[in-house]
């Protein structure tokens, strides 16, 4: 069956790309093809490390909308999406009756395709996304998705709030599950950012140390 792995996160900032581009090289890493649809037309993070593979989709149009479709269709692969930021918008989308341009029922189109969504929802500490993922738990609720939720360990901080909320009661009760994103040095975020080496095929790049390759590997191994 194929997966649909959405990379979610609702506000800007929060490490979707970091998570997207992570998933991304474990799957290359792993041997396993992967389609790649980068969202955020304004700033492709996912497309800047996987140019060769990666289709640029403007998911807050209905023309980005129904490219981004017509890729799940037609991928023999699993497909993994980086939502933009405000991904809600886009998700929102998605739950509707699916007669519009640029809508889709997607319970429906993945019954069709048998296929499954994940969901890989990226949280730091704050309130605003904790609220964000409580609303889409409840968006989703009809569609069955899975659901993983990442915690962005960037900040040196405890996810209390998080861990004390009904929502955290909520993600277990429908089976889903956490995953912990450990910080990457920013030294090494840039490195690839101005190669546009990934953390699998940095160990291949002639001016990347030793030092940077073992950060690089540490993170794909998480």
């Not at 996987?50 to 403007?58: K, L, P």
């Not at 953390?199 to 993170?219: C, G, Q």
């Amino acid at each position: 069956m194929k997966s649909v792995i959405f990379i979610h996160g609702d506000k800007g900032g929060v490490g979707k790309t970091q998570c997207a581009t992570r998933t991304a090289a474990a799957f290359e890493a792993a041997g396993r093809p992967l389609t790649l649809i980068d969202g955020d037309f304004k700033n492709p993070g996912l497309h800047m490390l996987f140019e060769d593979r990666t289709t640029c989709a403007d998911l807050r149009t209905a023309a980005g909308m129904e490219e981004m479709l017509e890729t799940i269709v037609s991928s023999p692969d699993d497909v993994l999406i980086d939502l933009p930021a405000g991904g809600s918008d886009a998700t929102a989308k998605m739950t509707s009756d699916g007669s519009a341009e640029g809508m889709i029922d997607l319970a429906f189109l993945l019954d069709q395709i048998d296929a499954r969504a994940v969901m890989l929802f990226v949280i730091d500490q704050s309130r605003e996304v904790l609220a964000a993922l409580r609303d889409e738990l409840e968006v989703f609720a009809g569609h069955q998705p899975d659901w993983v939720v990442v915690r962005n360990h960037f900040q040196d901080r405890p996810f209390t709030l998080f861990e004390e909320s009904r929502t955290r009661q909520t993600l277990s009760e429908i089976g889903g599950q956490v995953a912990d994103m450990t910080r990457l040095d920013p030294a090494v975020v840039a490195f690839m950012a101005n190669t546009g080496c990934n953390l699998n095929t940095i160990h291949d790049h002639a001016d990347a140390s030793l030092i940077p390759k073992m950060r690089a590997a540490s993170a794909l191994r998480t």
